[in-house]
């Protein structure tokens, strides 16, 4: 019986510069599955070039609507419980939900990071007016 073939990272991209996709996909399918997230259906996926769609968490809820691309992000935002500040105008929004893994448990300390535009529809894109982040709770609210 010979031995399983090892692949390295850099063998896997020398592999994908002279086989086309299904045949390094293929040559990889021979590897034990030690990943933390693969699923039982990982490895026949892969060797279809395919793989399962990232399970739904519906909350009954519509999708978000698409919308313009846009604005960009910027690290180092400040870390604020609320965006308003004394003097703004328009409407006060209340976000409210539970952060997600794809099996569907919640994550504690994920960043989340805000950016409102103003009451005329602008966004602050030279400093952090209406800007910032904050973590998830232990729960992931």
Known sequence: MAAPIRLSRRRLLQLGLALPLPMVLAACD???????????????????????????????????????????????????????????????????????TTGCRPVGRALLDFWQADDTGQYDNQGYRLRGHQFSDADGN
């Open 30 to 100: 021979d590897q034990p599955d030690t990943g933390p997230s693969a699923g039982p259906d990982t490895t026949a996926a892969a060797s279809r070039g395919t793989f399962a769609p990232t399970p739904a968490c519906d909350d009954g809820d519509d999708p978000t609507l698409a919308q313009t691309e846009g604005p960009y992000f910027t690290p180092n935002s400040p870390r604020r419980a609320s965006l308003v500040e004394a003097g703004m105008g328009g409407q006060r929004l209340v976000v409210r939900g539970t952060v997600l």
